[in-house]
């Protein structure tokens, strides 16, 4: 199958050659010894019988034009939107590679020039698991023979922080203060576990069904997204209290832009913090509420497989994120029962009033 020859007269080393996937490989033994180059033909031969051999291409695709084809692959088009800002910075670093050429050194390189850019480990990382991914798809289509990844090591990230978890006490001052807006958002999101911008501030009439009492998310960040919520009694009458203000006749958004009703709010940070600030509660991102839902669930003993469908993630893997806080929403209400029964246990041994 294979054969063993000299390129030129006067060459030293022998070339062997093999036939795979229909067409003749040539590579150099890097030796002048005929018997150690028959050890090393036999010793590729059987690579190739046993498939273990994957040929590349002899002139791979220049990294930018792979970049545009992986792209066109990817079906969802948030995942194709989060990723494109990363395929652009990647296009930029290796303009005119080829596929070949991206080695990890020149992955470190690009790094070490987007650290000294000042940008986060975290958006780093999120570039190079993009490049990871693209240079596998490459490897697994023969386009290249090895994955450099295997060389690369990502970045520290720094400490994240532990999502804030509200607690009933901070929902109740909340709400007390919150203009109809924000209230009717912060009680969608605590009672149905939306996504703060992609679900809840995304949400129209139509999605709502108040006959069924159900709420159904049409696009979302994930395929596992797409998802029925039920609607709980409170939710739904704080969603007609907001109806009766801007209902379906205004726009057909439930959280309109006023002065644009056909476009729905992208933001309501100011407003937010604002009734945070009178609320008198620790500040912390509307998406915290997402959270909440999921650790209050979490804490009435809902299965973590049930939670990650209810928050719309495929896996209950993600609650991992959520484990500390969860934890410590548990460990407080502990607390607040010893509390109650060592405030019981004194009353009991407290001394009879005279009269």
Not at 73 to 96: A, C
Not at 189 to 208: C, F, K, N, P
Not at 210 to 227: L, P, Q, W, Y
Not at 246 to 275: A, C, I, M, N, Y
Request: glycine share 4%; proline share 5%.
């Amino acid at each position: 199958m294979g054969t063993l020859y000299k390129r030129a007269k006067g060459s030293r080393n022998w070339i062997m050659a093999v036939i795979v996937d229909g067409r003749q490989v040539c590579k150099s033994t890097h030796t002048s010894n005929k018997r150690l180059a028959e050890r090393l033909l036999s010793r590729w031969e059987t690579e190739v019988f046993e498939g273990r051999f994957h040929l590349p291409q002899s002139v791979p695709p220049v990294f930018a034009e792979w970049a545009d084809e992986f792209l066109a692959r990817v079906s969802h088009p948030n995942t194709r939107k989060r990723y494109g800002s990363s395929v652009g910075k990647l296009k930029s670093q290796f303009t005119r590679a080829r596929l070949s050429d991206i080695s990890a050194a020149r992955i470190d390189e690009f790094k070490e020039a987007r650290l000294a850019e000042g940008v986060e480990p975290a958006t780093i990382n999120h570039d190079l698991r993009v490049l990871r991914r693209m240079m596998r798809l490459a490897e697994r289509k023969r386009l290249i023979s090895r994955n450099p990844f295997i060389e690369v090591d990502f970045l520290k990230q720094r400490y994240v922080r532990t999502p804030h978890i509200v607690t009933f006490e901070e929902e109740e001052k909340i709400l007390a203060v919150a203009p109809p807006l924000i209230r009717a958002l912060v009680v969608l999101i605590l009672e149905t576990g939306m996504r703060s911008h992609r679900e809840a501030l995304a949400l129209t009439w139509e999605a709502i069904d108040f006959a069924n009492d159900s709420i159904r998310v049409r696009e979302s960040k994930t395929r596992a997204g797409i998802r029925n919520i039920p609607l709980s009694a409170r939710c739904k009458a704080e969603l007609l209290r907001w109806r009766e203000m801007f209902g379906p006749e205004f726009s057909p958004f439930v959280f309109p832009k006023v002065r644009t009703p056909t476009q729905p709010l992208k933001d309501v940070r100011h407003s937010w913090e604002k009734t945070l600030k009178e609320a008198g509660v620790p500040r912390f991102v509307l998406y915290n509420l997402r959270h909440s839902y999921a650790s209050r669930l979490s804490a009435a003993g809902v299965s973590d497989l049930f939670v990650a469908q209810m928050i719309g993630h495929s896996s209950p893997s993600i609650l991992q994120t959520y484990a500390k806080a969860i934890d410590e929403y548990r460990r407080d209400a502990v607390r607040k029962l010893e509390e109650m029964r060592a405030a019981h246990a004194l009353w009991r041994t407290a001394p009879p009033t005279g009269h």
